[in-house]
C-alpha cells in the first residue's frame, strides 16, 4: 500500500501562482510515476502532469505547459508542482497519483485549487 498527504492548495487570483505538494510513503518502488490530475465541477478528471523516476522524465497536459512545472524529491518521496500564470479555468480539485503505467496506481485525497477572476 502506498499513502500520500498533499498539501498546498487555495485561493489565488488571475495571473498568480500556488504550489502544491505530495508526500508518498509506503511501497512506493512499485509507482515509479508520480503526478497530478484534476477534476473541475462538472467534469472528467483530467491529467495534469507527471514525472518518472526511471529516467526522469517529465509530461505535461498541453493546456499547462509553459505554466505549472512538476519537480520531485526522491529522497523524500515527494512531488510538486508549481502552478504559475494561473487561470480561472485551472480551478479544481488537484489529485495526486502514484503509479505504474498499466500497473499499481494509488490516490491521494485531492485538494481544492480555486482561482478567481
Known amino acids: 500500500q502506498v499513502q500520500l498527504v498533499e498539501s498546498g492548495g487555495g485561493l489565488a487570483q488571475a495571473g498568480g501562482s500556488l504550489r502544491l505538494s505530495c508526500a508518498a510513503s509506503?511501497?512506493?518502488?512499485?509507482?515509479?510515476?508520480m503526478g497530478w490530475f484534476r477534476q473541475a465541477p462538472g467534469k472528467e478528471r483530467e491529467f495534469v502532469a507527471a514525472?518518472?523516476?526511471?529516467?526522469?522524465?517529465?509530461f505535461y497536459a498541453d493546456s499547462v505547459k509553459g505554466r505549472f512545472t512538476i519537480s520531485r524529491d526522491n529522497a523524500k518521496n515527494t512531488v510538486y508542482l508549481q502552478m504559475n500564470s494561473l487561470k480561472p479555468e485551472d480551478t479544481a480539485v488537484y489529485y495526486c497519483?502514484?503509479?505504474?503505467?498499466?500497473?499499481?496506481?494509488?490516490w491521494g485525497q485531492g485538494t481544492q485549487v480555486t482561482v478567481s477572476s
Open positions: 509506503g511501497r512506493t518502488f512499485s509507482t515509479p510515476r
Open positions: 497519483r502514484v503509479y505504474r503505467p498499466g500497473g499499481d496506481s494509488y
Open positions: 514525472h518518472d523516476r526511471t529516467d526522469s522524465s517529465e
